[in-house]
């Protein structure tokens, strides 16, 4: 006996949301954890006072939050390619705390964007500094690239005659932007402050495929239970 076609069509989905879960998972870990043990970094986790500092905080949760994310993909493959029942429960539990802890964040992240928004500067702020003081660190070097890119700025002046970064900084759409393009940190704070309904509708986006992945396998789950009693029945009948 094997699923039907609802059962899988919820097992593919859960492993195309288990594949991009993991390379997000991947990418977060191996960036926490080359900036954490760096020999251009991992001395500032040495400092007593720049244990709070928004570099080291910024480092832990990169890495807490690809450590979590990769246990779940492990439970969840292991559970959808094995038609293990307990390893989808346990995953199902995963996702629901994920779901909450998204929502919670979410909201939390509009109503101080402010001071969140001032946290994500003070961490970009440190990235780069290390960036010039290291000589250009290559992790921290694809860090300040994707993020120009993603928010179409330039390093902390956006001056192209004074910028230190500046083979980190996207290309050029505009003929001004040879000479001046956004400075980082105001585009940062402008992203927490006028578009924070986008920011949050992001977070909540996030939650409801958080929310489709674990309907799918509650799904899944009401499957196999199913053809485990199906199962069962046939053999009781037959001996």
Same mark, same amino acid.
């Given at each position: 006996? +094997? ?10 989905? /859960?492993?195309?949301? @288990?594949?991009? %879960? ?5 990418? !977060?870990?191996? &960036?926490? &954890?080359?900036?954490? %043990? *760096? =020999? @251009?970094?991992?001395?500032i986790f040495e400092i007593d006072f720049l244990n709070s500092s928004a570099f080291v905080m910024g480092v832990t949760v990169l890495i807490t939050?690809?450590?979590?994310? #990769? ?22 539990? !995963?996702?629901?705390? #994920? ?8 909201? /939390? ?21 290390? $960036? #010039?003081? =290291?000589?250009?660190?290559? +992790?921290?070097?694809v860090t300040l690239t994707f993020v120009h890119k993603m928010l179409h700025c330039c390093g902390v002046t956006g001056i192209s005659l004074i910028?230190l970064a500046q083979q980190t900084c996207p290309k050029t759409d505009r003929i001004y932007e040879h000479f001046i393009m956004p400075s980082c940190?105001?585009?940062?704070? =402008?992203? %927490?402050?006028?578009? +924070?309904? #986008?920011?949050?509708?992001? %977070? ?5 495929? /958080?929310?489709?992945?674990?309907? *799918?396998?509650?799904?899944? !789950?009401?499957?196999?239970?199913? !053809? ?6 046939? $053999?009781?009948?037959? $001996?």
């Open positions: 006996m +094997a699923l039907d076609g609802c059962g899988t069509v919820c097992k593919y989905i /859960l492993f195309i949301f @288990n594949f991009i %879960f993991a390379f997000v998972g991947f990418a !977060l870990l191996g &960036l926490g &954890l080359w900036l954490r %043990f *760096s =020999n @251009n970094t991992k001395g939050l690809g450590s979590v994310m #990769l246990i779940v993909v492990v439970f969840g493959d292991y559970g959808a390619c094995n038609e293990k029942r307990w390893a989808l429960q346990v995953f199902s539990v !995963l996702l629901a705390i #994920l779901t909450v802890a998204e929502v919670v964040f979410g909201v /939390l992240a509009f109503s101080r964007r402010y001071a969140l928004g001032a946290k994500v500067v003070e961490f970009y702020t440190s990235m780069y500094v290390l $960036y #010039l003081k =290291n000589g250009g660190d290559p +992790a921290i070097g910028e940190p105001d585009v940062i704070k =402008n992203v %927490f402050d006028s578009k +924070a309904p #986008l920011v949050m509708g992001i %977070f909540f986006g996030t939650g409801a495929l /958080l929310i489709i992945a674990l309907g *799918s396998t509650i799904i899944l !789950l009401k499957q196999m239970k199913r !053809l485990s009693q199906d199962i069962t029945a046939y $053999y009781s009948t037959v $001996y």
